[in-house]
């Protein structure tokens, strides 16, 4: 009961409030703030413009792309931030909290790795082939049954443009793992085309129209010369394989395909080389039986 009256006389008399009790207190965390905050500024801008400075260099020297350099720099300044924030927090004495939000945020780096493994995936995919550089702007690549024109190169996707004129955007990672044909990569590329003519033709005369038509069309190389030797005895046709050499470069291979084909075919139609097409004879007897009864049993 004493108590009880104690207390009841001390709410109605109210305590007694002496602001210079809270000072301390209030001058020790605004002497941590500002810690916090000098220590990380120093960190941060030192590290700034030191480390990404190390950093830029070295790669200019190795002759890495610039898109790779500008991702490197961006991502040194981020880590550089996070070791500033880091630093500071352990000076000023905030090692419960850092400790705490490192947790947290491993757990969350956890969660987001496995949820965007696949754009990993393709970010590194990217990143090596733009600077391993198999293909770049403005090739002609094939790969798994597809083909096209690559119009530019981004860290996660490549878009290339096909014949058709459509767009398709690829992910860097099937690019990646898949067998990457590059048809303008080397200086000459050989076009090949295969012309079957009739086993009674002269082969000798098939092979001179085929080289001479050959050596007409504009863009083909004279060394290696065109050549067109026998690669196959088919079922209906001796088969001569039309080569040409060309610069992938200065000629388009599509278009000196095809005028290779056209000529070719004009020059063995005017000097009459038969160009068969695929036939099967067949042989022996067909009996037929029962075509009496048969009619026999319609009239009845």
């Not at 931030?81 to 956890?110: H, N």
């Not at 000459?188 to 092979?207: M, N, P, T």
């Not at 290696?224 to 200065?250: F, N, Q």
């Amino acid at each position: 009961m004493d108590d009880c009256r104690r207390n009841m006389v001390l709410l109605q008399q109210g305590f007694a409030l002496d602001p210079q009790q809270y000072v301390p207190q209030l001058v020790s965390a605004v002497t941590t703030v500002v810690l916090f905050v000098v220590v990380f500024a120093v960190i941060y801008l030192f590290g700034k413009s030191f480390v990404t400075r190390v950093v830029e260099e070295g790669l200019r020297r190795r002759d890495f792309d610039e898109t790779i350099i500008g991702l490197a720099m961006s991502t040194t300044t981020v880590v550089t931030a996070v070791v500033a924030v880091a630093l500071a927090a352990t000076v000023a004495g905030f090692g419960v909290v850092l400790a705490a939000f490192a947790t947290l945020g491993g757990a969350l780096a956890l969660a987001v790795g496995f949820a965007a493994q696949d754009l990993i995936a393709n970010f590194v995919a990217g990143v090596f082939i733009i600077q391993d550089e198999p293909f770049t702007v403005g090739d002609w690549i094939e790969w798994n049954g597809n083909s096209g024109v690559v119009r530019d190169i981004q860290l996660r996707v490549t878009r290339l443009d096909t014949f058709d004129n459509e767009l398709v955007t690829v992910p860097n990672s099937d690019l990646a793992n898949a067998a990457v044909v590059n048809n303008v990569a080397n200086d000459q590329r050989r076009v090949s085309v295969g012309f079957g003519i009739g086993y009674d033709d002269d082969i000798e005369q098939a092979r001179d129209a085929i080289v001479e038509e050959g050596s007409r069309i504009e863009g083909v190389l004279d060394d290696p010369e065109p050549t067109a030797p026998v690669t196959e005895l088919g079922d209906s046709a001796v088969v001569l394989s039309g080569r040409l050499w060309i610069d992938p470069d200065e000629s388009s291979y599509g278009a000196v395909r095809a005028q290779f084909v056209e000529a070719v075919k004009e020059r063995f139609d005017a000097e009459g080389i038969d160009m068969p097409y695929p036939n099967t004879e067949l042989s022996g007897g067909v009996e037929v039986t029962n075509v009496g009864e048969g009619a026999g049993a319609t009239s009845d």
